[in-house]
């Protein structure tokens, strides 16, 4: 007996020192120490034993199973911390280890001019409004001196959103001109970028909605000087000290007089062609048109309730996508619109 309760040591401790997974360390619990276990099998045996034997054998028996369990025990201990050491350096972090980069959006390019515009006229002492794009139609044509009857005013051209055409999404942002000189006394100068609604159909050049800045200038002894001053400073802070501006005489109900303005082609120089053929950026004119301007009429000043005898003034309009178009060579308005992030990435 005293043989059987050591080959069951040995057995025991072999077969728990190969044991390499929890599961197994069970098994050979049941093995030896279960009720139907090998240790229990030998301990059946004992009333076989003569009253001498019994005492030295049970207690053989006991240290036997107390060497067993300890056993147990140590290497579950020891099989758990090999596991947790193995999870460890499987989930190991390396905090010096470079992160995934989160892409960055940034400003689109026509964010991009019209921030610069805005920091030209703000350096000039302007300050920059914001007003409706859903406008009343004396403010976009009435009162900017467009009467009934005349042509901007078609329906095919207009977005009116009345039956009655009294309101109507604004055409231009001009109306920013009669809003601030009816809230504010000489003398004024602001900026006012915004969208505007045309019914055009989208093409290269095109879009039922674009962007405007509007500029308007009232004080005593404003003249045309003025204008040309400040519009040739914007264009050569904007595009560049050697561009070339040029005004050109234009009609404009609002203003008197009004011209157009024009920077020479970026392309051609002005030369109208680029290596014998027409300059595709200026379409052989030489020059590019900007924005409109002119002196802010009379009747416009006085039905804000400013004295033109006493206050004159300047008064632009610009499309901000022609401004982002030219400064940066892009050749169709629609991908300004589209928002490709392999176009957008370019800038
Ligand atoms: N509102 C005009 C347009 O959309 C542009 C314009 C021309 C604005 C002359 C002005 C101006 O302020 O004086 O075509």
């Known amino acids: 007996m005293k043989q059987q309760l050591e080959t069951i040591q040995k057995k025991a401790r072999e ?15 049941v093995r030896f120490l279960g009720k139907k276990g090998e240790l229990t099998a030998v301990l059946k045996q004992m009333g076989s034993l003569s009253p001498e034997e019994r005492p030295a054998m049970g207690q053989l028996a006991n240290s036997v199973r107390a060497g067993i369990e300890a056993e147990l025990e140590s290497r579950m201990e020891k099989l758990s911390a090999m596991a947790l050491d193995l999870k460890l350096r499987s989930e190991a972090l390396d905090v010096t280890m470079p992160g995934a980069e989160v892409p960055l959006g940034h400003k689109h390019p026509m964010s991009i001019v019209l921030d610069e515009m805005k920091e030209i006229f703000i350096g000039m002492g302007f300050d920059v409004v914001d007003g409706p794009e859903v406008e009343l139609e004396s403010y976009n044509f009435t ?16 977005f009116y959103t009345t039956e009655d055409d009294n309101v109507l999404l604004r055409t231009q942002t001009s109306p920013m001109q009669i809003r601030v000189m009816e809230n504010r006394k000489p003398p004024i100068r602001i900026i006012s970028p915004g ?6 159909e989208v093409d290269a050049t095109h879009s039922p909605m674009f962007h405007q800045m ?18 040739t400073q914007m264009v ?28 020479r082609c970026f392309k051609c120089e002005g030369a109208g062609e680029v290596s014998g ?27 804000c309730g400013i004295d033109p ?34 176009f957008l990435n370019q800038f």
Not at 239 to 261: A, D, K, N
């Open 15 to 29: 077969a728990l020192e190969a044991a390499a997974a929890p599961e197994e360390l069970e098994a050979l619990r």
């Open 143 to 158: 009162r900017l001196n467009t009467p009934e009857g005349h042509p901007a005013r078609d329906r095919q051209d207009t």
């Open 195 to 200: 969208r505007v609604y045309r019914k055009d």
């Open 214 to 231: 509007e500029g308007l200038v009232i004080d005593k002894g404003i003249t045309m000087a003025d204008l040309k001053g400040s519009l």
């Open 236 to 263: 050569k802070l904007l595009y560049g000290e050697e561009s070339v501006v040029r005004f050109r005489p234009h009609h404009f109900p609002f203003t008197e007089p009004s011209c157009e303005v024009d920077v």
């Open 277 to 303: 053929r027409t300059c595709p950026t200026c379409h052989g004119e030489g020059w590019i048109e900007i924005l409109g301007a002119g002196m802010v009429h009379p009747t416009v000043l006085e039905g």
């Open 309 to 342: 005898d006493e206050y004159s003034g300047f008064a632009f309009g610009c499309g901000v996508e022609r401004m982002t178009m030219n400064r940066f060579a892009i050749n169709d308005l629609r991908l300004i619109f589209e928002n490709d992030v392999r």
